[in-house]
């Protein structure tokens, strides 16, 4: 049985900085396409950034502050965060696709998901 496992997440000030990971195992493939979403109280989960072979996606909101990187010889992904606002509190969870990401940064796009790590960012 495949899993997803995400682990970095915390409570941080305005202006800081947290790592997330996301380790894949157990699947029969590796995934073409990796996410990171995340999702506030009483909002729609939303997409932060994804990768594949062709590149990078970012949501307008983390552009310039967050790095999506993969790590294929561990089949883990990363989220680097910097200058992290209070915004971007939510839960975080890593998804994975069998297929190229394409444009469209969107949870549909995905069918697997880990359980999500907690991002706290206090003013």
């Known amino acids: 049985q495949g899993q997803l496992v995400e682990s970095g997440g915390g409570s941080v000030q305005a202006g800081g900085s947290l790592r997330l990971s996301c380790a894949a195992s157990?699947?029969?493939?590796?995934?073409?396409?990796m996410g990171w979403f995340r999702q506030a109280p009483g909002k729609e989960r939303e997409g932060a950034a994804q990768?594949?072979?062709?590149?990078?996606t970012y949501a307008d909101s983390v552009k310039g502050r967050f790095t999506i990187t993969q790590d294929n010889a561990e089949d883990t992904v990363y989220l680097e965060m910097n200058s992290l606002k209070p915004e971007d509190t939510g839960i975080y969870y890593c998804?994975?696709?069998?297929?190229?990401?394409?444009?469209?940064?969107?949870?549909?796009?995905?069918?697997?998901w880990g359980q999500g790590t907690q991002v706290t960012v206090s003013s």
């Open positions: 998804a994975g696709s069998h297929s190229y990401c394409g444009s469209l940064l969107a949870p549909r796009v995905y069918k697997y």
């Open positions: 157990g699947y029969a493939y590796r995934f073409g396409c």
């Open positions: 990768i594949d072979t062709h590149g990078t």
